[in-house]
């Protein structure tokens, strides 16, 4: 099992936003490694079916948002929002 660290505070604050608004559950990041492009996020349902309202590239998200978690993989939000909260 990969060991996450702790969220920036904004991944933390768009994360809860997410959750708490459009009841994203998963989440998938693509190109938060890139050193010039923007991270792209996408959310979805629980059911994992891509969620309607999708985060603006470069709007909302920067690059190397999220650079602690793995390209592709399937991530719970609520999971990762307790990790912050633990610490």
Do not use: C
Not at 47 to 61: A, D, G, I, N, V
Not at 62 to 81: A, T, V
């Amino acid at each position: 099992m990969i060991i996450i660290q702790e969220l920036t505070e904004w991944e933390y604050r768009f994360l809860k936003y997410y959750l708490k608004k459009f009841n994203a559950k998963w989440m998938r990041v693509f190109n938060n490694k890139h050193p010039l492009l923007a991270t792209r996020v996408d959310l979805y349902t629980i059911y994992k079916r891509k969620l309607k309202h999708q985060p603006l590239t470069e709007s909302l998200t920067y690059s190397n948002m999220f650079e602690k978690l793995e390209e592709g993989k399937w991530y719970f939000i609520p999971d990762l929002l307790q990790i912050n909260k633990e610490d």
